[in-house]
């Protein structure tokens, strides 16, 4: 008897926490149609209809549970499908993968959709086949999405409908020329199914929560990748960079940094070779040096374990004027422990990219 009395009570400890511990879902569907923004002259002969397609979400809710819930005011976070026709026969259709958070403002009736991930596009560039594709170099590019939806859940068991509007972006951030990507904004309709109708009550943050200032701290990191230079059939070369910087952290949200970095491109190498031997009457020679040295302001936006980050830098030794000497920097990074840290970003010249870097760095 005793035995059976134990038992019943560790599985009733059991469903307990089950329930305490229990995950809740919601999907959503919707078709999206709308115009390729004409960022760049060079692609106005790919704006010759209206791309239209749908996206597929699945998304895991949050009820502050965590701290960094409820800073963000439990968002949800999940992964998202993207087809879309980009209805023009040099561009062909695009398949995405995302990952992505919904924040909620406005009584969670206002959601903002923020996804990164990977695209698979039909048809890149070829040089025999395609060349009129000067958008996508490779079939594999980076995509970011972002949408603006007013949202209403549970309207009838569960069901709920959205709307609003969006920007799709495709890059492959020259990985491989050519690269003059695509932006298209959108508008939506959709519908949203969550599989509980009735939901936990979502903590809210407490007064002054974000507050928290930290110490200036240090450290360094490597970056790398391999990348081409506006020159199609240059060839993919690799990249390196090394730096240092200095962060201050504001509050549990935000930091700011301040760095520096030392460039190396074995593909800005190339092209002064290329632009030294063309009959291109520049005054490039060819002893130019390809390294570059920049100096960087940020800010780092944390969200748990991963931050998004935004950086703006200028190129104190720039013997080579190539692109610019303005750049600026966005991406994520991700905190494996409290000093080690990896991140994925593009560094760009305006809205001209020039690489992804992928980094690793150890912070004191």
């Not at 009129?132 to 594999?140: E, I, K, P, Q, S």
Request: charged share 20%; with cysteine; aromatic share 16%.
């Amino acid at each position: 008897m005793k035995k059976r009395l134990c038992f019943i009570l560790v599985l009733l400890n059991c469903i307990v926490y089950a329930q305490e511990d229990k995950k809740y879902y919601s999907f959503d569907v919707n078709n999206f149609y709308g115009t390729i923004l004409k960022h760049n002259p060079d692609i106005s002969h790919l704006i010759t209809g209206h791309p239209s397609g749908v996206i597929v979400s699945a998304n895991r809710k949050t009820f502050g549970n965590k701290e960094w819930q409820r800073l963000y005011n439990s968002p949800d976070y999940g992964v998202s499908f993207i087809y879309q026709d980009l209805d023009n026969e040099f561009l062909g259709e695009n398949f995405g993968l995302y990952a992505h958070y919904n924040f909620y403002f406005l009584k969670r009736s206002l959601m903002l959709k923020i996804g990164q991930g990977i695209a698979y596009t039909t048809n890149p560039y070829d040089q025999d086949e395609n060349f009129r594709n000067v958008a996508y170099g490779t079939h594999l590019l980076s995509s970011t999405i972002a949408f603006l939806n007013y949202r209403k859940e549970n309207i009838i068991g569960g069901l709920g409908l959205q709307a609003g509007m969006g920007v799709i972006h495709y890059s492959n951030a020259n990985f491989k020329a050519p690269n003059k990507s695509t932006n298209t904004f959108v508008f939506n309709i959709g519908a949203n199914y969550r599989l509980d109708s009735k939901l936990p009550e979502y903590i809210e943050k407490e007064k002054g929560a974000v507050k928290g200032t930290e110490p200036i701290g240090f450290g360094f990191l490597v970056r790398g990748g391999i990348n081409e230079s506006d020159v199609v059939g240059s060839g993919q070369l690799p990249f390196y960079t090394i730096g240092a910087f200095a962060d201050k952290r504001l509050n549990k949200k935000s930091a700011i940094q301040l760095g520096a970095e030392l460039f190396f491109s074995e593909a800005l190498e190339r092209f002064i070779d290329f632009r030294s031997t063309g009959d291109f009457d520049d005054g490039t020679t060819g002893d130019e040096d390809s390294k570059r040295i920049g100096l960087f302001l940020g800010h780092e936006l944390r969200i748990n374990k991963l931050s998004v980050l935004t950086q703006l830098g200028y190129y104190v030794y720039y013997p080579y004027d190539f692109e610019g000497q303005v750049y600026n920097r966005i991406g994520s990074r991700y905190y494996f422990n409290k000093n080690i840290f990896g991140s994925v970003t593009v560094r760009s010249h305006a809205a001209k990219a020039e690489a992804v870097e992928f980094s690793i760095g150890y912070r004191l």
